[in-house]
């Protein structure tokens, strides 16, 4: 079957899939654009509320960390940061959950000194000793910050007390 096409209606034919592959190009580069600056906006609310929680505004950089899009929000640093601000506002509870969530989302955590610690430190001021130990235990085996290891022998020391007073 031969379709015999004029030289005329070759170039209409032609035009018509140039102007579909423009407007393809042109709908994918808008669409591109729009969500760059939906990252972009989302990594600096993201460096934001990381500054405030390094200034020790712990409510109000945890209200923007919970407001992060689904995705960049679910993000291990995301949850750490969470359990770090959780923790800096009293709320041990959410702050061991949003760790404990970390961990499951970046199982490599457990090799982060400063993570276990801070893990042991919520989970010591939740008054759960035994987790607390088990964390602060593992942590002294990385020793990457010298700070980290003398807070955790701190907990130790104070877990260990607990104990021999029989609490």
């Keep these: 079957m031969n379709i015999e096409i004029s ?7 032609f035009i018509a899939i140039l102007g579909l592959a423009m407007i393809t190009f042109i709908v994918g580069y808008s669409l591109a654009v729009a969500q760059d600056k939906g990252y972009k906006d989302q990594y600096i609310r993201y460096q934001q509320a990381t500054g405030m929680m390094m200034e020790g505004r712990f409510a109000e950089a945890q209200v923007i960390f919970t407001q992060l899009d689904q995705g960049f929000g679910d993000s291990y640093q995301v ?8 923790g800096g506002t009293g709320d041990y509870i959410a702050a061991i959950n949003y760790m404990q969530r970390a961990q499951a989302t970046r199982p490599a955590l457990v090799t ?31 020793n990457s910050s010298p ?21």
Excluded at 7 to 13: D, E, F, L, V, W
Excluded at 112 to 132: H, S
Excluded at 147 to 167: C, D, F, P, V
């Design 112 to 142: 982060d000194q400063e993570f276990l610690v801070k893990y042991g430190q919520f989970a010591f001021m939740q008054g759960d000793y035994g987790l607390a130990k088990a964390y602060l235990l593992e942590s002294k085996k990385y």
């Design 7 to 13: 030289g005329k209606t070759r170039n209409y034919i």
């Design 147 to 167: 700070e980290a290891t003398k807070e955790a022998e701190g907990y130790l020391q104070e877990i260990e007390s607990q104990e021999k007073s029989g609490r």
């Design 79 to 86: 949850l750490y940061k969470l359990g770090i601000c959780s």
